[in-house]
């Protein structure tokens, strides 16, 4: 199986916050890895824009070295930066005022393909959103790109898309989560709707549980004031996690469209039970000398008594016939042991054992790994070789794509797939406005019941699994989390 490079039509690219960290780190790395594989013609342009004060050169310069210490190794050779960076340009513009919109404006053509990627603090959404149409800048086929948060909350979700429905319309609106452009999430799809072996069981009839982790060995050093005020469940649970819940409960859409696939996500968001307090885990990482991280949670956030969790578990149930009694297990942290996301499907032990009396492992678990290393993994039970009996043991069948699909070359970053599906004008793997607004709806009460006088953080240790109440979440189910990096 060889990757297939699809070309995309020619375009000008302006990326607002151009030399921040999220543009120097992934967006113009996976702009150029793309350009050096020729999915887009050097007649394509990429316009870096912010208030610092650079011209093209200095530009160009600054792109060179982000691809260099970003870029991924052996693929960033000096010809291929070279000309890479012939596609670019500098336009210095304030968010908040008058300054380089008219010069923006020249730089633009008009017969190609205009993106806005806004790059920036999500203050400055509605800004940019209405200075670009006021301007003369957006055309009726334009495309406008956010980066998360969409949003606080319910009530500033609904704002953020009242402003920005003022200037463009839903279709020119490119939400962006970039676990949705992981391959393994993606294959996800293809797992359940391709093949007739799973979709018949992904119910709760022959479905026990389902567990959902997202675990990150790095604490919130440098940004810890920021975090402080978001926190585990706004940060990752309300858009990460809750993305990858939808894709594993969502019902087969009628086709695969952008507008089919999100309808069938919004529904199941819209079924999702409110949450109570006693199912949810919340925890706080306190210092710990023997870890890379010696610091706790409070020193990083540099308010001693913030309440904020860096940790958050919970379970939750969907309200349909296919998920009625399958309850979904969400678990999410900062300074866990390993750095570690994915979905693991418990299926139902068979319903009559006829190997009574034998010891081992019963019950398959389908396990879809997101990060580090790509790829699914099914565990069945085997009889365990050698003579003296019947006795059972757990095999796992296991699809590392950089092992299983060598000839497909390395997979590609998020970024990369999502930024070229925004110049093709395919939403499907973005969030439509109500998709979002349904997420703030479900998670709003949840925090409200914290700042309500629910229970402060519970500590746990840097670089373990999180706090004890995790772990009694599950036990009072008789179950049990996977383990973290084992």
């Not at 009839?205 to 997202?214: A, F, L, N, P």
């Not at 978001?230 to 019902?251: F, I, K, P, W, Y």
Request: proline share 6%; glycine share 8%; aromatic share 8%.
């Amino acid at each position: 199986m060889v990757s297939r490079v699809i070309p995309v039509d020619p375009f000008d690219l302006v990326l607002f916050g151009a030399t921040g960290d999220l543009a120097r780190r992934k967006i113009l790395p996976s702009l150029f890895h793309r350009f050096q594989i020729a999915q887009f013609c050097p007649t394509s342009r990429i316009i870096g824009s912010s208030r610092s004060k650079l011209d093209r050169a200095g530009f160009q310069e600054f792109v060179a070295a982000a691809i260099r210490e970003f870029g991924q190794e052996g693929e960033t050779g000096e010809e291929d930066i070279a000309a890479f960076v012939e596609l670019l340009d500098y336009v210095p513009v304030d968010a908040k005022g008058d300054l380089g919109w008219k010069e923006l404006k020249t730089q633009l053509r008009p017969d190609v393909i205009r993106v806005f990627y806004l790059s920036v603090g999500p203050s400055l959404f509605p800004e940019i959103a209405s200075r670009l149409s006021s301007c003369g800048i957006a055309t009726p086929d334009s495309r406008i790109v956010l980066e998360k948060p969409f949003g606080h909350d319910l009530a500033s979700a609904k704002a953020l898309n009242a402003a920005l429905s003022n200037h463009f319309s839903e279709s020119q609106i490119y939400r962006i989560d970039h676990y949705l452009g992981k391959e393994t999430v993606q294959n996800l799809m293809a797992l359940r709707f391709a093949n007739s072996l799973f979709e018949p069981l992904w119910n709760s009839t022959h479905i026990d549980h389902v567990q959902i982790t997202v675990a990150e060995s790095i604490g919130v050093a440098g940004r810890g004031e920021y975090y402080d005020r978001s926190g585990a469940m706004r940060d990752m649970v309300q858009n990460h996690m809750m993305q990858l819940l939808c894709l594993t409960a969502m019902e087969p859409p009628s086709r695969f469209t952008p507008n089919a696939v999100r309808d069938e996500k919004v529904k199941v968001i819209e079924a999702l039970e409110p949450v109570l307090q006693e199912n949810i885990a919340r925890g706080q990482y306190r210092a710990n000398a023997s870890t890379p991280e010696p610091d706790s949670y409070l020193d990083h956030a540099g308010d001693p008594n913030s309440s904020t969790e860096s940790f958050v578990a919970m379970k939750v149930e969907v309200a349909n016939w296919r998920w009625a009694g399958t309850p979904f297990y969400l678990r999410t942290g900062k300074c866990l042991r390993a750095r570690e996301s994915e979905i693991a499907v418990y299926f139902r032990d068979p319903p009559h054992n006829i190997f009574e009396g034998t010891k081992g492992a019963h019950g398959n678990v389908l396990v879809i790994r997101l990060q580090p290393d790509e790829g699914i993994t099914l565990r069945t039970t085997i009889k365990d070789p050698g003579p003296g009996g019947m006795r059972l043991t757990a095999a796992n069948l296991d699809m590392t794509f950089a092992d299983s699909l060598p000839e497909a070359g390395r997979p590609q970053d998020a970024y990369e797939r999502l930024i070229m599906d925004v110049i093709r004008g395919n939403q499907t793997l973005f969030m439509r406005g109500d998709e979002v607004e349904a997420a703030w709806s479900w998670a709003d009460p949840i925090i409200a019941g914290w700042s309500q006088g629910g229970a402060a953080p519970q500590a746990y240790d840097t670089g373990s699994s999180g706090p004890d109440d995790s772990l009694l979440l599950m036990h009072r189910d008789n179950r049990r989390w996977r383990g973290i990096g084992t």
